[in-house]
């Protein structure tokens, strides 16, 4: 099998229930359990806390309260203003105030129950709107600039103004928030961590602990999903357990109830943006004015590195020459908002794909073909409003091959005909590109390190500073190695993620994980190939190669030979026995940085990205004009992932991304009561997309010949930029909405669009509609 067709490595174990998971882990009859107590208000003081009661149940091992922390009580991942442990005051609904280890799950209840803590409430900030209108921000706004907009927007010929709020999202993963500590000797602590940054979780556990990060061990062999949702979210339940296991002097396990995962954790960031933006008659964009608001909750958490990506991405795949972004971020008092899935590019996109629908409205044109007219150029028009360059643009061979494979004018005219026949049921298409950026902006961040070691029957172990959280990182690292060493891929085994092996390491996000990670394997490999290369000479020499040290050693099919003389070779195992017995090391460790990757916040100028990933997607849906649903009759999708390191994961990527995205731009809609508690907070109130919505047809391609020089394998990400081909689904709903007004009005719109938002566009343009003569 090629190491590009490997099936997943965890498929087996996923479907007979053999993978292990963190509440899988069992250390022993000694293990106690968890229960973290939340508070119930937004905003309060904490006037008395009593855990006496509490602390008399049989099996009780350990209370914690924030003054009981032996180090910082700090787990702020950028900015320190994210308490531990509540002292003194809460600032959101679900903030943890104390911690009970228990022998049972009964006996923490029961302690849980009898935990007595007294609040004092304070006003609270619940809604973006009015942290904007108090000024609420966490840092000061942020800009990018080019060209003249104020200047172009004045002598546009045309110009539309707007405001589209975009909601927040759960991440919802399968496998809810958990870790498994465990307290070695002396100071020692190991985390068996569902984190997709364990070098991070490592730092915050040290910190709470106050002890070296080489006391702690953070390990994580998979996580049930992830999103985002655990790349800084899941230090708090590590480090809760680690602070119970210390305190106890023995293994303890937190498992977030889904319930209680729902109403503790941050989501998708709310965004409340207003724009301008000017154009001519045909349908050229001449200038953009963009303000960015989004609600970070109670702490900074990534909330302006995700503000920076959105802004990074609020012209999506167009040239505008004539460019205003400005972004801030505000808190309120609601759980800290984290990464998702796009980490802000969908709510820098949503905005422009939007006005530029209502620009193809208001000029009677299709949106296409306005999408079309202002996509960066191939050799011109193609420089991003923060100055890099975008080389290698696939938009236009993409938007070519997807217009004919799925029929898009031809289905645009029977939709016509479609909608002129049927009153209570409207038809709507809509074809949305993505222009998705890779790289982490903060540019330290695009490092990775990796070490491979070789055993001597001629088995591979590969160590790297991924995580697996579903997505295949660890098959195409899998793939990557056997391809690069020229060992069969069931010779080689990728190991659990470990920071005693791989230190140092960023988060598995930003689309790089295979990006970096394979490289560094690669680096690691190439060290020990050099170092065996000696070897195999003397070896094939002595099986009668004429000159093993001019034809070039090749290693491939579990052996070495030269190009010149294949048929003479000596098998992988036996060569690394002669090595081993020539005292030649075996191990090596790899690493790799991203080049040329830049960015100046104060000029708002550099070279955030290393290259582009491309995508599109065609959308059909029918609406029920009477009751707001809608279903999802057909998606094309035509991505560009390079030449694929594994082409079903990416293909299963490119659709789970797609259907995850239509559930931000349809269903999944997030509602706090008055008090700042999260209504939406279980599966029978928060709904996920299931099986029912994915397209009737759904047609996925890979686009084919055209490899992404500089990378591994010349691939390209695809974690993230497939989420955003959702917009197709989100606009064709518009689409459909505008039909019922005979397409002469703009309807009112946002995202999620969700029944009750159909139905109130469709009573505004009713209303429009009655006053037509």
Known sequence: MKSHDLKHNSATGHVTGRSVYVNDMESGPGQLVA???????????????????????????????????????????????????????????????VLIAAENEEAALEAERLVRIEYLPLDAVLTLRDAI????????????????????????PLKLEGILETGAQEHWYLETQSALAVPGEGREMTVYASSQNPSETQAIVAEV?????????????????????????????????????????????????????????????RFLSEYRIGFDEEGRILAYEVELNSDAGAATDLSLAILERAMFHAENGYYIPNISITGRAYRTNLPSNTAFRGFGGPQ??????NAIDRIARLLKKDA???????????????????????????????????????????????????????????????????????????AFLN????????????????????????????????????????????????????????????????????????????????????????VACAELMKAGAKDPHHGGIVFAEDAVFTADEPEIRISFPKLVMAAYLAQVSLSATGFYKTPGIHFNRETGRGNPFYYYAYGMAVSEVETDML?????????????????????????????????????????????????????????????IPTAGDIPEVFNVELLRDYPNTGTIRKSKAVGEPPFMLAFSVWLAIKDAISAAGDHRFEPLFSLPATAEVVLLSLEEIRKKTENIP
């Open 35 to 97: 229960r973290v107590v939340y508070s119930k208000h937004a905003h309060a003081r904490i006037t008395d806390i009593d855990v006496a009661k509490a602390a008399g149940v049989p099996g009780i091992a350990a209370i914690i309260t924030a003054k009981d922390i032996p180090g910082k009580n700090q787990m702020g991942p950028v900015v320190h203003d994210e308490p531990c442990l509540a002292e003194g005051e809460v600032s959101f609904a679900g903030q943890a105030v």
């Open 133 to 156: 209108a108090k000024n609420a921000l966490i840092a000061p706004p942020r800009y990018i600039l080019s060209g003249d907009a104020a200047g172009a927007m004045e002598k546009a």
């Open 209 to 269: 602990l106050g002890i070296p990060r080489n006391e702690v061990e953070v390990e994580v062999r998979r996580m049930g999903g992830a999103f985002g949702g655990k790349e800084t979210q899941a230090n708090h339940v590590a480090a809760w357990a680690a602070l119970l296991a210390n305190a106890a002097g023995r293994p303890v396990k937190i498992h977030l109830f889904r319930d209680d995962d729902q109403i503790m954790t941050g989501k998708r960031h």
């Open 348 to 353: 820098g996109m949503a905005v422009i794909e």
């Open 368 to 442: 296409a073909g306005i999408r079309k007219l202002n996509f960066y150029g191939i050799d011109e028009r193609n420089q991003a409003p923060y100055g890099e360059l975008i080389l290698n643009n696939r938009l236009h061979v993409i938007y070519e091959r997807l217009l004919i494979s799925s029929k898009y004018e031809e289905r645009r005219a029977e939709i016509d005909i479609f909608n002129g026949r049927h009153r209570w049921k409207k038809r709507g298409l809509a074809l949305t590109p993505v222009k998705f950026g890779i790289s982490f902006t903060t």
């Open 447 to 534: 490092q990775a390190g990796a070490l491979v070691n070789i055993y001597k029957d001629g088995t591979i172990q590969v160590n790297h500073g991924g995580t697996e959280m579903g997505q295949g990182l660890h098959t195409k690292i899998l793939g990557i190695a056997a391809a690069e060493s020229g060992v069969s891929a069931r010779h080689i085994k990728v190991s659990s993620t470990n920071t005693s092996k791989v230190p140092n390491t960023s988060a598995t996000a930003a689309s790089s994980g295979s990006d970096l990670n394979g490289m560094a394997v690669k680096n690691a490999i190439e060290t020990l190939k050099a170092r065996l290369k000696p």
């Open 627 to 687: 009751t707001g649903m809608y279903r999802l009759l057909r998606s094309d999708i035509l991505h560009d992932v390079g030449d694929s390191l594994n082409e079903q994961i990416d293909l299963g990527q490119i659709e789970g991304g797609f259907i995850q995205g239509v559930g931000w731009c349809t269903t999944e809609e997030i509602k706090w009561d008055d008090k700042g508690r999260l209504l939406s907070h279980s599966p029978d109130t928060y709904k």
